[in-house]
């Protein structure tokens, strides 16, 4: 059968109907400080029912479980949303994979976060929340999630796939120094996590990072699956420059501080970053990940140099320690 004739039998059988009751499931967001003014960014998902907690013999037989209703719930394409804050309303429909995404104006931050009130025909009323970022000249910090703050082990694949089928919170190891760096760093601002772990895990990693004291903030992730946008997963180094480019213009004017780790492509996502926006990346920190085959860094050092940012390649350890020196810690 063609491709475009199964897409299509696919988009019908899921396809919403008017007055079918749906879920609107949520995504902490930010707000963003446009020249025009505060502007909350708000993602989500439109499911045709939520995914409760589950009880099970073991912890892991229920975590497991979990974890298979998160990656099999049946999404909702086509729903209207309308996003509502003090000030203004906004309207969008979710896509074909029943993500939303919308911008709506708020009224300045007196808070920590704002609430945002999210309606859909035929589903509960929703409140979303928002971080917002102090005013002032300190910069953005942006992380990486996997084997920057939690040990994932990306090169390992089945162990990967273990801690993420069966491991809770409290199985997860934390990256030793990690934590009390990104705390240093953020001096009580919410920390950007951009990482290309999957939407269906967002609440196991919510929980786990606050399990493990690391600072909050959101969390910007990826949808793994067949559309038309990418099959199964998006290139990790075209997601993250795609999606901090877009946090550098929700904040125009500030500087980052952009945090990851030698296992994947967060350097050179980086690197593209500070080349591309000259003046807006203060520092790049990678912590170089145990058992990777070294590589020499003199070429990246020559890029960050030109771009005029610091770049430190080592342990949490070096990294706090080069923080410190250029005087980015809180």
């Not at 020249?35 to 989500?44: I, Q, T």
């Not at 099959?231 to 125009?252: H, S």
């Not at 980052?256 to 203060?282: K, N």
Request: glycine residues 10%; proline residues 8%.
């Amino acid at each position: 059968m063609p491709v475009p004739v199964r897409r299509w039998i696919r988009k019908s059988l899921r396809r919403w109907v008017p007055g079918e009751p749906v879920v609107v499931v949520t995504y902490t967001g930010y707000v963003g400080c446009l020249p025009e003014g505060p502007v909350a960014r708000v993602r989500g998902r439109v499911l045709r029912r939520t995914v409760v907690a589950l009880t099970g013999p073991t912890r892991s037989w229920r975590t497991f479980m979990e974890t298979v209703a998160w990656f099999t719930t049946s999404e909702v394409p086509g729903v209207p949303v309308e996003v509502i804050s003090e000030v203004a309303r906004a309207h969008t429909v979710t896509d074909e994979e029943g993500y939303l995404e919308a911008r709506v104006r708020v009224a300045p931050p007196s808070q920590a976060r704002v609430g945002l009130k999210l309606t859909a025909r035929r589903a509960p009323d929703t409140v979303a929340t928002a971080y917002a970022v102090p005013a002032g000249d300190r910069p953005l910090v942006v992380s990486d999630i996997d084997d920057t703050v939690l040990i994932t082990g990306v090169k390992e694949r089945l162990k990967m796939v273990g801690r993420t089928l069966v491991g809770d919170p409290t199985d997860r190891q934390v990256v030793d120094g990690m934590p009390a760096l990104l705390r240093g760093l953020a001096a009580g601002a919410p920390v950007f996590f951009v990482s290309t772990s999957p939407w269906n895990l967002y609440q196991r990693l919510v929980d786990t990072l606050a399990h493990h004291g690391v600072p909050s903030g959101p969390l910007l992730l990826t949808d793994w699956g067949f559309g038309s946008k990418q099959m199964l997963v998006r290139p990790a180094l075209e997601y993250k420059v795609e999606t901090i480019a877009g946090l550098l213009a929700d904040f125009p004017g500030r500087t980052a501080v952009l945090v990851g780790d030698s296992g994947q492509h967060d350097l050179e996502a980086y690197l593209a970053i500070a080349e591309s926006h000259p003046g807006r990346v203060r520092a790049i920190l990678i912590r170089e990940v145990p058992g990777l085959v070294p590589r020499d860094h003199e070429p990246d050092q020559a890029r960050a140099a030109a771009a005029g940012v610091t770049l430190c390649v080592g342990e949490p350890a070096a990294l706090t320690e080069v923080a410190a020196r250029h005087g980015l810690l809180g």
